[in-house]
């Protein structure tokens, strides 16, 4: 509370010393330095400041001045607190503030002996603010403007601490020079046609002008005119106030802001911000003329062509009348209409000047405005001898129309449409083709009527602020039927007709229509009971849904819908559990096609009982009262089938259709003859099946032998598992099993196939045989023994078993009895394998 008592009570101090100081300034006996008292204010870089007069209120002499953190004194102790700096006071009194010191504001005498009083002074920058105005309005700035030579200006100072403090007295001693860079470079201080000396001004207060300079200031040359622009060099000045050579801050204090105006070198300019505009948009013209002075603006006589207009003047605009006056309609160069402004003629204006001598006017133009050169011309109604203009094209814009895709689309889809306008806001899109009427009917809704340049009758787009435009063209709500065909898709900026467009800009696409159709393929021709089937194929026109029909062995499935995807296509899913009950034998199956209205004319009837009737829809019985419904119940399949596409093959139907049959069997599964193998053969088991591609079948494959054993025997498991795919083949679908025999004992094996959706087993053996065959070649080995036949060795003939074991294999456990001969010795060696 108290740190903001003291901030209010010091902020007070400050606006009382800049109001209304305490004393002024005095200076000392000839040569002798400024004596400072009580409220003064001290420049930074001044020197030779005489603080003596303060001893009188402190208790000594005065050694210092002082910037304190609170800049009032301690209530109890009549103290400073928290000193930020000091500057010393020399042996004569006087101190010098040679550089800027860390904090300005308020700093406070201190004694030699410590006092302290809260008597002070202040320590300021010298400051001074420039500015340009109009003599006539001291308010109106230039700065950065445009005058003309008809104008008078004035310089605007303002300084709060140097214009209202150094002085001494009633005499303001802030001295500055307004100095001027020339357009061509020079730097001049006296300046206008009337050579104002802008030297020596002596700054008298906060604000001040240099023509009419406050009492007290300096009054040398031509100060305290105003500065007349009269023949005075066209371009651009900057002037800037500089401190004069008798300050102390001399080159060490800023000078003032850079002003900058410019000269005109006519007494009235006019310019364009385009030098050419599409019609369709607008531009803007800028009159610089004489401050807040009253103009004629028009068009001039631009011939323009029958039945066009001229570029209109915008409404509402700020001191610009849309009015001709008597003298203005003496003008032999006016338009023929500006005489007679209308709300549809607004092409000449009285108009006012701001402070600054400028005024804008924007000009409308529409696709109705002639494309021709146009010149904008002001006046001054008090000397028409002083006038300018300017020029501006306008000229036609253009019309574009595309379509996304390769310009074929089916009766039913949506054509993608865009294009470009640059000459109107809006897109008129209407149609011509085969058996329409000769000038088009509207794209939107296309009847028989033709158009009749009346815009309603058209399908029209807004043009985006970017020139664009789209249009998303649905066929499948055409109010009638078109034929397929070539189409020409018009693009105008206006709402004109094909046989009255020469003056209009337009642009055509050309499209072929065709007519939607249908396509169906099922995944498979024979169908396992319990297998998933597909139907599927491509719906051109992109209906929302095709409708699945399916008739076999008393099995109706009625109208299932099928939702025709992006791509056109669509697929429809018999699951295992719709054709596990499926009886063996053909079925017929029609996919019908709405086309381009997306309504089916043929609907099953009624719903959910197996469909007993196809009817013709609700929306087509007005048409054809008379027609019956088509009964499917109690005819055989491909009676009923035949039915239906009798029904929409009617002329009173607008739906295709396609057909389409496949065969039911119950599944199967078949082995082909595997054959005898060896130990340690690699071999495939392949087969047959009617089970759908993908399917997955389990083999197995077993030795006979393996089955359970005593506990105290070995058991040893011989065989292969594993799952397999069933691929698509030429006549039936396939599936093959790699076998790798090199662990098989020799056995009888038993393979089974087995498949779960749809549960089918099918098994078939084979053998694997102990070791390989012998080729014929190899008997040969045997001479050798023969022909030892002398040595009278019987154990010749037990060697013979061998070769004949080779040559005629037996399986592994069917070893013949009449080969006991081999003896226990024998046995050891089979049961050891």
């Known amino acids: ?77 009549a103290t400073f607190t928290g000193m930020l700096a000091e500057i010393p006071v020399n042996p004569d009194g006087t101190i010098s503030i040679n550089t800027a010191p860390p904090y300005l504001g308020t ?3 201190v004694s030699v002996n410590g006092g302290q009083s809260t008597q002070s002074i202040q320590i300021q920058h010298a400051d001074v603010t420039l500015d340009a105005v109009l003599n006539a309005s001291h308010t109106d700035s230039v700065a950065g403007k445009s005058v003309t030579r008809d104008t ?15 002085k001494y007295g009633n005499t303001y001693l802030a001295l500055v020079n307004i100095e001027l860079v020339t357009p061509g470079g020079g730097k001049i201080q006296v300046f206008g046609n009337n050579n104002v000396d802008l030297r020596n001004i002596a ?39 500089k401190w004069t050579t008798t300050m102390p801050w001399y080159n060490l204090e800023a000078n003032s802001n850079a002003v900058t105006f410019t000269v005109l070198s006519k007494p009235i300019t006019i310019t364009t911000n385009k030098e050419s505009v599409t019609r369709g948009n607008s531009f803007v013209i800028t009159i610089t003329g004489e401050s807040k002075k009253y103009y004629w603006v028009y068009l001039k006589d631009a011939s323009i062509s029958s039945g066009n207009t001229y570029p209109q003047i915008s409404p ?22 500006a005489g007679v402004v209308t709300a549809n003629n607004q092409t000449a204006a009285n108009v006012t000047t701001a402070a600054d001598g400028t005024r804008t006017v924007q000009f409308d133009t ?23 203009t300017v020029d501006i094209n306008v000229e036609k814009g253009q019309v574009t129309v595309t379509y996304e895709g390769t310009g074929t689309y089916y009766l039913g889809e949506v054509i993608d449409l865009s294009g470009t306008n640059t000459d109107s806001n809006t897109v008129y899109l209407y149609l011509v083709g085969p058996n329409l009427p000769t000038n088009g009917v509207s794209l939107a809704d296309i009847t028989v009527t033709s158009l009749d340049n009346n815009a309603a009758t058209f399908k029209s787009v807004d ?16 109010t009638v039927t078109i034929d397929a065909g070539t189409y020409t898709i018009y693009a105008a900026a206006e709402p004109q007709t094909k046989d009255n467009l020469s003056n209009v800009q337009y642009s055509t696409a050309s499209v072929v229509l065709k007519k939607p159709f249908v396509t169906a393929s099922t995944s498979a021709n024979t169908l396992a009971q ?39 296509t669509y697929s429809y899913k018999l699951d295992r559990g719709d054709t596990a009950n499926l009886y063996a034998g053909q079925y017929f199956a029609v996919v019908q096609h709405p086309m381009m209205n997306g309504i089916p004319d043929i609907v099953g009837e009624p719903v959910g009982t197996g469909c007993v009737f196809a009817n013709i829809t609700t929306s087509l019985l007005g048409t054809n009262p008379g027609t019956p419904p088509v009964r499917l119940n109690g005819l055989q399949a491909s009676d009923a089938a035949n039915a239906l596409v009798s029904a929409l093959n009617s002329p009173n139907i607008d739906d295709t259709y396609t057909k389409l049959s496949f065969m039911v069997e119950a599944p199967w599964i078949q082995i082909s003859t595997i054959g005898d193998h060896y130990v340690g053969d690699t071999f495939t088991i392949t087969g047959t099946t009617n089970l759908a591609v993908g399917d997955q079948i389990q083999m197995t494959v077993v030795s006979s032998s393996f089955q359970p054993t005593e506990k105290t025997q070995t058991g040893e498991f011989s065989g292969s598992s594993g799952t397999v795919t069933v691929q698509q083949g030429d006549t039936y679908n396939t599936f093959s099993f790699d076998v790798d025999a090199s662990t098989y004992k020799p056995d009888e094996y038993l393979v089974t196939a087995e498949s779960i959706e749809p549960s089918q087993t099918v098994t078939s053996t084979f053998n694997v045989l102990e070791g390989q065959p012998t080729t014929v070649a190899t008997t040969p080995v045997a001479t050798p023994v023969v022909t030892a036949a002398p040595t009278p060795i019987p154990t010749t003939e037990v060697a013979t078993p061998a070769p004949v074991t080779t040559a005629k294999p037996q399986p592994g456990f069917g070893v013949l009895v009449s080969l006991v001969g081999l003896g226990a010795v024998a046995l050891l060696v089979l049961r050891r394998r």
Request: glycine share 8%.
């Open 107 to 109: 700093w406070f005498p």
């Open 152 to 166: 008078e200006i004035s310089f605007k100072l303002i300084s709060n601490y140097a214009g209202n403090f150094y």
């Open 530 to 568: 319990g297998d998933i089937l597909y139907i599927q194929g491509t719906a051109e026109g992109k209906p929302n849904d095709v409708f699945i029909w399916i008739f076999g062995k008393n099995y109706r499935d009625c109208q299932e819908s099928a939702t025709v995807n992006s791509d056109a």
């Open 203 to 241: 700054l008298n207060g906060s604000v001040e002008y240099t023509d009419s300079l406050a009492q007290g200031a300096q009054a040398i040359g031509g100060v305290g005119q105003a500065i007349d622009l009269t023949n005075v060099e066209a371009g651009t000045y900057t002037a800037t106030a």
């Open 316 to 337: 509402g605009q700020s001191n610009v009348v849309t009015t001709v006056d008597a003298g203005m309609m003496a003008l032999t160069d006016i338009n023929p209409l």
């Open 463 to 478: 043009v985006n602020t970017d020139n664009t435009w789209t249009y998303k063209w649905d066929t499948s709500q055409l």
């Open 366 to 388: 529409t696709s109705a405005t002639d494309d021709t050169k146009y010149t904008v011309k002001v006046i001054d109604p008090l000397d028409t001898s002083k006038y300018d």
């Open 1 to 77: 509370m108290k740190s903001t008592m003291k901030l209010m009570v010091a902020a007070l101090v400050v606006v009382a010393l800049l109001a209304v100081p305490a004393m002024a300034r005095t200076p000392g006996p000839t040569g002798a330095p400024t004596v400072l008292h009580n409220g003064d204010v001290a420049f930074v870089y001044e020197t030779e400041l005489n603080v003596a007069s303060f001893a009188g209120v402190l208790s000594g002499p005065v050694i210092a001045i002082e910037k304190f953190g609170n800049d009032q004194p301690n209530a109890s102790s």
